[in-house]
C-alpha cells in the first residue's frame, strides 16, 4: 500500500514538474521581459495559489473539471471517462496549486539577466529565441532549476488539493499525504510514522541529489555550451 | 584623414545619416524631460559624439542600433535605410549589421574569448570564421586569450577583446559608448592605436562618444558637440574646444573661469570692449564683438591663462591687470591651484616652482594680469 | 555523480510516464465507523471470490458530494439512510439497490488515561471541569455528528457543552482526537470503540437508543459504476450471514432488530 502510495505520489510530482517546465518556461520569459501595462494583473493571477488555501484552489478546481463543467463533459464525451476524480484530474489541480513555485523563481532569474547582454547578442545578429537559448537560459540555470525543484517538492507534499478533487481511491488518487492522513484516522500511528519516514527520506534523497547537480554546474557554468 | 596609403577603399563609402526626434521621458522627474533634436551625417571615419552625462549620447547611439525607436526621423547607411518614421521602415536590431561596443562591454561571462569573439559569425562558413578569429586575434594581440573567459583576463583585454568582437563580424557602422572610461592611460593609448589602425584600412563611419577632452583630440577629426538633446558645435576639435560659442562647450573645453559682465563701452579702433563684472568694480577689456552697450555678456578665461604677479606690474601689454588677495592654495598632481578674490573668485593655474619663489599663502596680496585675447566671449 | 543523477531523473520520468497496471477491482466509499467491520469483511471477500476491493473511507456527507460530482465510486455505504436516498432521487445511485445494511449505535468514549468512568457517569461525564474538550462528529456531514447533537440535546446538555465541542470530519477523526489525548471524552460509534486499538486504550458506555434518532445505515450501487456485477456481489455479502456477524462483532446491529 505505502509503495503504491508513493509511486503515485512520485509519478504525480515528475508529471507536475515536466509540464510546469515546459508551460512555465515561456511564462516566466514573458514576465520577465513584457511590457505591457497590465502585466501586473497576469503576475497578481499567477501567485494566487500561493496564498489561497488549498481547499478553495481545489473546490474551484473542481468546478472547472468536474461532470457539469464544459470542460469536464467535453472530457467525458472524448474518453467515456469523468476527469474529476482520477489521477489526470490530479495533475491538473497540481499544476494550478504549485504554478508560481516553478514560474516566479525563473522570471526573478530570467529578469537578473543583464539586458546589455541580450542587446549585445542582438547586435551580434541573434535572434530572440538563440538569445534566450544562448544568453538568457544559460545565465538563469540556477533560477530554472530551483523552479523545477520547488514545484517537485510542492507537488509531493500536495494535500488540500488533492483531497478535495482525489477521492483518496487507492491507485489512483491516494497519494502518500493522503494515506498518511488515512492512517493517523485509523489510529495506526505506527504505520502513518513508517510512511512519513518513507516519504522524507525518499524526498531528501531526490532534493540532494538535484541540489548536488546545481552545484556542480555553478562551478562549471562557464564550461557549459 | 592622413598619409596616402594603398588600401582597398571604394571612393563612395557608405555615409551614415542620422535624422533623430525623441522625447526623452525622465522617470523620476518629469520637469528634465527633455527632445532630443538633432541630425547629422558621419563619413567613413571617426566622428566624435562629445558631451556631459545625461546630454543624449548614448540614446543616439541607441537609435542608431535599433534598441531604441526615434519618434520621428531617418537613419540611413548609404543607401539602405535603417530607420524612415516617414516609410514607417524600422528594420530590427539584428539585421542592422551595426557594431556596437557598450561601456559595459557586455562580454558574455558564461563563454570563453573565442566564443564570445565568434558569436556574430554563426552564420559564416567554419574556414572563413577562424580566419578571421585568427586575423583579428593577431591584430588586437589576444590571440594567447581564446580559451579563457572574461573573468580570467584584465580589464585591459577585455576591452581588446570587446572591440574585437564587435569588429570581426565588418559591421557597417562601428558605435563606441565611452569605451575607455575604466582604463588607465597607457592601455587607453594602445586600443586608440588599435582603433586608428582598424579604422585606416576599413572604411566604415565610427560613432564614438565621450566626455573626456583629452580623447576628442586624440582621435577626431570630426566633433559633434551635444548638450540636452541638440547639437550644439560641429567642426575639428580644435574649432569646437579652443573657441568655444557655448558656455556648456566652454565648461568641458577647460575654462574655469566664467564671469557674468556687462558691456559698457566699445573701441572700435582698437578692436576691444570694455566691460563691467557684475557687481564688482572690475572692468576688463574683451575682444570686440557685435553686441550693444549695457548688454549682457559671459566670459570665459583659463586658469592657466592668468599671470600672477606679488607687486603691481608696470609696462606691461596685457590690458587687465586685477588686485585680490589669494583665498586658497592647494597641489595637485604638478599644479598649483590658487583661489583669488577679487570682488569675483578667480581659479589661477601656476606650477609650484612659482608658488615658492613668489612665497605665495594665504591673505597675500596679488595682482592677476589677463590677456584680453585669453577672454572667450561664450554665448 | 552527474551521471547519477541522469539516471535518477531519467527513471524518474519513465516511472511517470508509464501507465499503472490496471486491476480488475470495485471502488467502495464507506462512512469512517465502518472501517474495521468493512475491512475484515472484505478481506473474506476477496479470499472468497478473488475481485478486489479497494476501500476509501471518509465522512458519509462528504461522499454524497463527491458522487454528486460524479466521483468513480462503485458501491456507496454511507452511516445513514438519508444520502444514499438523497443521491438515487438525483439519479446517481440505483435505486432498486438501496438497503439498509445494518444500524450503528453511539457510545461515550474516554481514554484509559482518564479518572472518569463513564459507565457510573454516564451523560454527566461531559460536564466535568476536568472535560475541556469534547469530540464529536461534524454534524454537517457525518451521521454519527448529527447524533451525538441530538443526544446532547436530549440530556439537555447541548447549551453546556457547546463552547467544548471539537468536530472531527468524520467520526473516525472524532476518535483519533479523543484517543490522542486531544479532547478529554468523544461521542463516537460503537463499532470504532469496539475496534482493537481504541478498546484496548479507554472505555466506552453506550448511549440509550432513545437519546437520538435510530442510525439506519443504507447502502447503495452508484449508477455511473461499470462494475455493477461485482459491486452488487459485494452488497450481497455483507448482506448475508457471514456479513452479518462481522457488523454484529462490531456492535453494527441488523436491521430488523432494535
Redesign the interface.
Known amino acids: 500500500m505505502i509503495l503504491q502510495a508513493l509511486?503515485?505520489t512520485?509519478?504525480?510530482a515528475?508529471?507536475v514538474s515536466?509540464i510546469l517546465t515546459a508551460i512555465g518556461l515561456p511564462l516566466a520569459y514573458w514576465l520577465a521581459f513584457s511590457r505591457w501595462r497590465w502585466k501586473f494583473l497576469v503576475e497578481a493571477l499567477v501567485s494566487l495559489p500561493i496564498v489561497l488555501p488549498p481547499t478553495v484552489l481545489g473546490f474551484y478546481v473542481?468546478v472547472a473539471i468536474?461532470?457539469?463543467s464544459p470542460l469536464?463533459r467535453w472530457y467525458q464525451a472524448l474518453t467515456g471517462?469523468?476527469l474529476?476524480?482520477?489521477f489526470r484530474g490530479l495533475v491538473i489541480g497540481s499544476v494550478f496549486y504549485s504554478l508560481p513555485f516553478a514560474v516566479q523563481p525563473m522570471a526573478a532569474s530570467f529578469s537578473a539577466v543583464?539586458r546589455?547582454?541580450m542587446?549585445?547578442?542582438?547586435?551580434?545578429?541573434?535572434?530572440p529565441w538563440l538569445t534566450f537559448w544562448?544568453?538568457v537560459f544559460?545565465?538563469s540555470m540556477a533560477g530554472v532549476l530551483t523552479g523545477i525543484v520547488l514545484s517537485f517538492a510542492h507537488t509531493l507534499g500536495e494535500f488540500g488539493v488533492v483531497l478535495m478533487i482525489g477521492?483518496?481511491?487507492?491507485?489512483k488518487t491516494?497519494t502518500v499525504s493522503i494515506l498518511i492522513y488515512?492512517q493517523?484516522?485509523?489510529?495506526?500511528y505506527a504505520a502513518a510514522n513508517r510512511t512519513a519516514l518513507l516519504l522524507l527520506v525518499i524526498c531528501f534523497a531526490?532534493l540532494a541529489?538535484?541540489y548536488?547537480?546545481r552545484r556542480?554546474r555553478r562551478q562549471t557554468?562557464?564550461g557549459?555550451q | 584623414m592622413g598619409v596616402a596609403v594603398s588600401r582597398l577603399v571604394p571612393e563612395s563609402a557608405p555615409e551614415l545619416n542620422v535624422e533623430i526626434r525623441k522625447t526623452l521621458l525622465d522617470s523620476t522627474n518629469h520637469a528634465a524631460n527633455f527632445l532630443l533634436d538633432l541630425q547629422f551625417i558621419a563619413p567613413a571615419g571617426i566622428t566624435v559624439l562629445f558631451g556631459a552625462s545625461g546630454s543624449g549620447k548614448t540614446t543616439v547611439l541607441d537609435c542608431i542600433?535599433g534598441?531604441r525607436k526615434p519618434d520621428a526621423g531617418q537613419i540611413t547607411v548609404g543607401e539602405r535605410a535603417l530607420f524612415d518614421s516617414k516609410r514607417n521602415i524600422d528594420i530590427?536590431?539584428?539585421?542592422?549589421r551595426?557594431?556596437?561596443l557598450?561601456q559595459?562591454l557586455?562580454l558574455?561571462?558564461?563563454?570563453?574569448v573565442r566564443q564570445n569573439i565568434t558569436?556574430?559569425l554563426?552564420?559564416v562558413d567554419t574556414a572563413v570564421r577562424e580566419s578571421r578569429l585568427l586575423e583579428i586575434g593577431g591584430s588586437f594581440a589576444i590571440a594567447n586569450l581564446f580559451e579563457r573567459?572574461p573573468?580570467e583576463i584584465s580589464g585591459g583585454e577585455r576591452q581588446r577583446v570587446a572591440l574585437a568582437?564587435a569588429l570581426v563580424?565588418r559591421p557597417r557602422v562601428l558605435l563606441l559608448d565611452e569605451p575607455m572610461s575604466a582604463l588607465d592611460r597607457v592601455t587607453k593609448g594602445q586600443i586608440l592605436d588599435d582603433l586608428r589602425r582598424w579604422n585606416e584600412a576599413h572604411a566604415v563611419p565610427i560613432v564614438y562618444v565621450t566626455h573626456e577632452r583629452e580623447e576628442v583630440y586624440a582621435l577626431g577629426n570630426r566633433v559633434l558637440v551635444l548638450e540636452a538633446g541638440r547639437l550644439i558645435a560641429d567642426g575639428t576639435p580644435h574649432e569646437v574646444l579652443s573657441r568655444p560659442q557655448k558656455e556648456s562647450v566652454a565648461q568641458l573645453a577647460g575654462f574655469e573661469n566664467i564671469l557674468d559682465c556687462t558691456v559698457s563701452s566699445h573701441h572700435i579702433d582698437e578692436g576691444t570692449m570694455t566691460c563691467r563684472v557684475e557687481a564688482t568694480g572690475i572692468d576688463i577689456e574683451v575682444p570686440l564683438t557685435r553686441v550693444s552697450d549695457g548688454a549682457p555678456l559671459r566670459i570665459g578665461v583659463r586658469a592657466g591663462d592668468i599671470l600672477m604677479a606679488t607687486s603691481q606690474p608696470q609696462g606691461l601689454s596685457a590690458r587687465n591687470v586685477i588686485a585680490g588677495t589669494i583665498v586658497s592654495l592647494r597641489q595637485q598632481d604638478f599644479t598649483l591651484i590658487a583661489e583669488v578674490e577679487c570682488g569675483t573668485r578667480f581659479v589661477v593655474h601656476l606650477t609650484p616652482a612659482a608658488g615658492r619663489a613668489l612665497e605665495l599663502g594665504p591673505q597675500k596680496p596679488v595682482w592677476l594680469v589677463i590677456k584680453t585675447y585669453s577672454c572667450h566671449l561664450l554665448q | 555523480?552527474?551521471r547519477?543523477?541522469k539516471f535518477?531523473l531519467v527513471s524518474?520520468?519513465a516511472?511517470?510516464?508509464g501507465h499503472?497496471a490496471k486491476?480488475q477491482q470495485i471502488?467502495v466509499a464507506a462512512a469512517?465507523d465502518l472501517?474495521y467491520a468493512l475491512t475484515e469483511i472484505v478481506n473474506q471477500f476477496q479470499q472468497r471470490y478473488g475481485t478486489k476491493v479497494?476501500?476509501?473511507?471518509?465522512a458519509s456527507g462528504n461522499f454524497f458530494s463527491?458522487i454528486q460530482?460524479?466521483?468513480?465510486?462503485d458501491l456507496f455505504f454511507s452511516a445513514d439512510e438519508d444520502f444514499p436516498k438523497m443521491l438515487a432521487d438525483l439519479g446517481m445511485v440505483d435505486k432498486s439497490s438501496l438497503r439498509t445494511y445494518a444500524v450503528g449505535h453511539l457510545a461515550l468514549w474516554v481514554p484509559g488515561t482518564s479518572l472518569l468512568d463513564p459507565i457510573k457517569l454516564q451523560m454527566n461525564l461531559l460536564t466535568q471541569p476536568s472535560v475541556k474538550r469534547i469530540a464529536i462528529a461534524n454534524p454537517q456531514h457525518a451521521p454519527y455528528g448529527r447524533a451525538a447533537m441530538a443526544a446532547l440535546e436530549h440530556y439537555g446538555l447541548k447549551d453546556k457543552v457547546r463552547d467544548r465541542l471539537a468536530l472531527g470530519e468524520?467520526v473516525?477523526?472524532a476518535?483519533?482526537f479523543v484517543?490522542s489525548g486531544n479532547a478529554q471524552a468523544g461521542l463516537i460509534a460503537v463499532s470504532l470503540a469496539k475496534?482493537p486499538?481504541?478498546s484496548s486504550s479507554g472505555k466506552y458506555w453506550e448511549v440509550p437508543g432513545e437519546a437520538y434518532p435510530e442510525l439506519k445505515q443504507a447502502a447503495g450501487i452508484v449508477s455511473?459504476s461499470m462494475q455493477k456485477k461485482a459491486a452488487q456481489a459485494f452488497l450481497d455479502f455483507v448482506l448475508s450471514p457471514e456479513g452479518g456477524a462481522v457488523l454484529k462483532k462490531y456492535g453494527l446491529t441488523p436491521p430488523t432488530q432494535q
Open positions: 509511486t503515485l512520485l509519478r504525480l515528475v508529471l515536466l473542481l468536474g461532470p457539469l469536464g471517462d469523468s474529476a476524480f482520477t543583464d546589455k547582454l542587446d549585445a547578442s542582438a547586435i551580434l545578429g541573434a535572434s544562448r544568453i544559460p545565465l477521492g483518496n481511491i487507492p491507485g491516494r488515512d493517523v484516522q485509523s489510529l495506526d531526490i541529489a538535484l548536488g547537480l556542480n557554468m562557464w557549459w | 542600433a534598441l530590427e536590431t539584428r539585421h542592422r551595426v557594431g556596437y557598450f559595459t557586455a558574455f561571462p558564461h563563454l570563453t558569436y556574430g554563426s552564420t573567459r573573468a568582437r563580424t | 555523480m552527474k547519477l543523477g535518477l524518474l520520468i516511472m511517470a510516464l499503472s486491476a471502488t469512517t472501517k479497494a476501500l476509501t473511507f471518509g463527491q460530482n460524479g466521483a468513480p465510486f468524520s473516525s477523526q476518535a483519533q484517543q475496534s486499538v481504541m455511473r
